[in-house]
């Protein structure tokens, strides 16, 4: 028996798996956890909607991502290095302390979000 919300079967997270094959991954707490080279891609142009997610202190390094919406998702003290965002919308998030080196973030959009540096970003 592990922590708490935190099941694997033979090394790997039942939470994360579920949230892969369910491609659903709102209202869930990532934070700490290990997603690096997690790809999230949308079906053919329907925008896939992720709010209310934790995601602080998680490895999301080499992260692909494609036409997802993120709303209130909590990023802070992440590390999306070396990560693929493209088409994605963030509205309400949350980056401070986030490393987002040697990424792309390719016609990508954030809305009233506080960056690593602490300030707010909107376009």
């Not at 491609?23 to 709010?51: C, P, Q, T, Y």
């Not at 998030?93 to 080196?101: E, R, V």
Request: charged content about 20%.
């Amino acid at each position: 028996k592990g922590p708490a919300g935190n099941v694997s079967a033979q090394g790997y997270d039942i939470s994360v798996l579920s949230a892969v094959a369910h491609n659903d991954w709102s209202n869930m707490n990532f934070g700490g956890k290990d997603l690096h080279g997690i790809r999230l891609k949308s079906d053919f142009g329907n925008r896939i909607e992720v709010a209310n997610t934790s995601f602080k202190g998680a490895n999301l390094s080499r992260l692909f991502i494609h036409e997802y919406e993120f709303i209130t998702c909590d990023f802070r003290n992440a590390n999306l290095n070396n990560s693929i965002i493209w088409e994605a919308e963030f509205i309400n998030c949350n980056f401070k302390g986030a490393t987002i080196i040697g990424s792309d973030l390719l016609e990508s959009h954030f809305v009233n979000c506080t960056m690593p540096d602490g300030t707010k970003r909107n376009d």
